[in-house]
């Protein structure tokens, strides 16, 4: 279901900037990844097992649209959903590959 622009206004208004996401017919509206909510990130993703883990707690952590119950209920019907955004968000948040260095 698209957002109304009355809705998107709402949102940029509680939340300042915010983006869309959308796969699999699911649309969330995210903002940025605060600094905490990478700290917890990367605490959580430092062991493989936990990447899922991870990506989904960054996922609710930032997710502005829909409540959290409605999320909790996408991610139970579609919990492949958590790798895509969760990855956007961690992108979102500067976090690369590498980074590039020379010398001065």
């Known amino acids: 279901m698209p957002l109304e622009a009355k809705q998107v206004d709402k949102l940029k208004a509680e939340h300042g900037e915010v983006y869309i996401l959308e796969a699999a017919g699911a649309t969330l509206v995210v903002k940025p990844p605060s600094r905490a909510a990478m700290k917890r990130f990367f605490n959580l993703s430092a062991r493989e097992d936990r990447r899922y883990e991870a990506l989904e707690a960054l996922l609710q952590d930032c997710a502005v649209y829909p409540d ?19 990855e956007q968000l ?3 948040a500067g976090a690369t590959e590498e980074a590039e260095f020379r010398p001065l």
């Open 68 to 86: 959290p119950s409605e999320l909790s209920r996408l991610l139970e019907r579609k919990p492949g959903l958590v790798a895509p955004f969760g």
């Open 90 to 92: 961690v992108r979102l």
